[in-house]
Nanobody, 123 residues
């Protein structure tokens, strides 16, 4: 079982930066692939980024590649999403998720989800 608690969402101007944090409970954090997803009003939840158990493998959606960085600190049971050069189209509710699979990029491959945190980017 994994419980995820997110923080760091807020309002930022276009071109600015924001860091999201996801804290996981329990002592099995390092066994899970971690991912970030986002959902804008009226749209389906979409993949943003994922990171492997070891933290050495990362994958990003084309829309955020080069601007977002996912990282994890297993000693602190924490996964981060550093966002820079933010655009208005990045506005969405961002969700942290955990998967017991070896690699996962689809929402239905993740078993545990955070509550979501709002990110709003003004023009």
């Amino acid at each position: 079982q994994v419980q995820l608690v997110e923080s760091g969402g807020g309002l930022v101007q276009a071109g600015g930066s924001l860091r999201l944090s996801c804290a996981a409970s329990g002592r099995t954090f390092s066994s899970y692939v971690m991912g970030w997803f986002r959902q804008a009003p009226g749209k389906e939840r979409e993949f943003v980024a994922t990171i492997s158990w070891s933290g050495t493998r990362r994958l990003y959606a084309d829309s955020v590649k080069g601007r977002f960085t996912i990282s994890r600190d297993n000693s602190k049971n924490t996964v981060l999403l550093q966002m820079s050069s933010l655009k208005p189209e990045d506005t969405a509710v961002y969700y942290c998720a955990a998967s017991p699979r070896g690699w996962a990029t689809m929402p239905n491959e993740y078993d545990y989800w955070g509550q979501g945190t709002q990110v709003t980017v003004s023009s």
